[in-house]
């Protein structure tokens, strides 16, 4: 299915809207092609923390893209993966250097998953598929496009995940945002499941979120079936009539 | 400043001459070519063997 | 230091902290090539011997050099650099020395330089502190058996999910919607809340 995706996309060559775009829905890197699960699953205990994340992967993601096709034409390709390698561990340190000044708290939530962004196959996947081919400025769309899809994705699941376990989103408590509290306050037991914020919990909710994704496919796609077999039956009716009209009319003027 | 520029060129040596090295060394007889249909879920993008098998392909 | 070290950093490195089912690393892997259990072994063995030879290089190396040089800052780039050459010079050992071993192992290689296992586990080891709870010679044995460890953990899930998803695979009361991934994640889920039932034990 990505490589149907991917030949399809390549042949249009879509406006820098579309490109921007495709990350959200069509090609969100989470829901469909299922890359960068490791934060996905582990960073998305509550939203604020999702968001964090989605954040620094956007940083890393547009300025490892508009690196990566700037200096596209002078790297052998014996050396482009390490090089590539090179380049998003820059930004990877830089931007876990930032985050430990700036946002102590964030810093300590994601823990382990800051350096691990280098493996996340999302950036990396992004210079060796978009960024080696194109120019800067698509390039940097691109980049902003998906990582902006990968944090939707993530605040997706974040926001249900910390709504289930604690029946309330919080904020102020991982960024600087300079004030705290918390919305949607529902104080019962119905939403209190601690599981959901834990690691079980994860794997459930995107394996619902993913579900429900497939449902909508299946549905269109049957959609989409049942249209053209319409249509087909449709044509079938219409030459049998122009055939019984023709063998009519020959019929009449044999007469 | 310095010790560490050096370090990262020393270490993306190393990356290149064990790539070198690797790639120099043939694979046993009868194994060059992998089972594609074995490898097909995965979505990993640094794989060299993905990489081959879409050259292949696109040849 | 006794062995109870050695047996409780095994133990929690491979069930109460399993890498992948509690702590996500090595989820692409996991849910990738654990569709036969024959490939699932394969990936498992691969991921064991570089693990455990990228903790007992990397741990040294952040000790010896990084630290004297006071360049802590370029962990995360040395450690990947190290583990990608690390999976070459293997790859190419195992093909010049062992067929057999580059039969079953030879495709898994290549996909490990990107396993987030991997690095978690030699960033983990570091920011773990062996090194300052048990000092830094002995921290070395203990960072390479966690490193043992959370391998036999990550195989363990490996196996076990492989051989429901064979099953899972030839279900057909399934709801369409459900087939395929969506399906395995709940059923990695449900694995989760179990290997959460073995938090006590250490």
């Given amino acids: 299915m990505a490589a149907n995706v991917a030949k399809k996309t390549a042949k249009k060559t879509p406006g820098q809207l579309a490109n921007f775009t495709k990350g959200f829905i069509k090609e969100n890197p989470v829901f469909v092609f299922l890359l960068g699960l490791c934060p996905a699953l582990a960073v998305t205990s509550t939203l604020e923390t999702s968001l964090g994340m989605g954040l620094l992967v956007v940083f890393v993601l547009v300025l490892s893209n508009i690196v990566v096709s700037l200096i596209k034409n002078f790297i052998p390709k014996e050396v482009k993966i390490p ?23 964030l810093f300590e939530s994601l823990g382990i998953f800051i350096p691990l962004i280098v493996v996340n196959c999302l950036i990396l996947g992004r210079a060796e598929s978009f960024a080696s081919k194109n120019n800067v400025v698509s390039s940097a769309i691109d980049g902003l496009g998906m990582a902006l899809g990968f944090t939707f994705a993530l605040m997706l699941i974040g926001v249900s995940r910390e709504f289930l376990s604690t029946g309330a989103i919080a904020y102020g408590e991982y960024l600087p945002l300079g004030v705290s509290g918390s919305i949607f306050n529902f104080d019962t037991h119905l939403f209190n499941m601690a599981v959901f914020g834990g690691p079980a919990g994860g794997f459930i909710v995107i394996g619902v979120i993913l579900a429900i994704l497939q449902a909508i496919d299946l549905n269109k796609k049957k959609k989409a079936e049942i249209a053209r077999q319409k249509m087909i039956e449709e044509k079938k009716r219409l030459a049998l009539e122009r055939k019984r009209k023709k063998e009519l009319e020959s019929a009449g003027g044999q007469a | ?29 009868g194994l060059s070519k992998i089972d594609a249909l074995k490898c097909g879920a995965c979505q990993n993008f640094a794989c060299t063997i993905k990489q081959t098998l879409e050259e292949e392909e696109a040849v | 230091m006794t062995w109870t070290v050695f047996f409780t950093a095994i133990f929690s490195a491979m069930l109460i902290n399993n890498v992948v089912l509690l702590r996500f690393l090595g989820v692409c892997p996991f849910l990738g090539v654990s569709k036969k259990t024959e490939s699932a072994l394969g990936m498992s063995m691969a991921v064991t011997f570089v693990m455990v030879v990228a903790a007992a290089v990397t741990y040294p190396l952040y000790y010896l050099v990084l630290k004297p040089l006071e360049i802590e800052y370029v962990q995360t780039i040395a450690f990947i650099l ?40 030699a960033v983990q080891n ?20 966690t490193a043992f460890g959370a391998a036999l953990g990550f195989g363990l899930v490996m196996f076990s999910f492989s051989s429901i998803r064979e099953r899972l695979d030839a279900a057909t009361n399934l709801p369409e919607s459900w087939r395929g991934v969506p399906v395995s994640l709940i059923v990695a889920g449900i694995m989760a809340l179990a290997f959460l039932g073995l938090g006590g034990i250490v």
Avoid: R
């Fill in chain 1, 83 to 105: 090089s590539y390698i090179v380049i998003i561990s820059t930004f990877v340190t830089m931007v876990g250097l930032l985050t430990e000044a700036y946002a102590e708290n």
């Fill in chain 3, 82 to 121: 190290i583990i990608a050459s690390l999976v070459q010079l293997v790859e190419m050992f195992i093909k010049k020395f062992s067929k057999k071993l580059y039969k079953s192992l030879g495709i898994y290689l290549p996909l490990i330089t990107t396993n987030c296992a991997i690095l978690g586990i």
């Fill in chain 3, 126 to 145: 570091i920011t773990d502190n062996y090194a300052d709870l048990y000092g830094i010679g002995p921290g070395f044995f203990v960072a390479v058996v």
């Fill in chain 2, 1 to 29: 400043m310095l010790p560490g520029i050096l370090f990262v060129c020393g270490a993306v040596g190393l990356y290149m001459v064990s790539f070198a090295l690797n790639k120099k060394t043939a694979a046993p007889e």
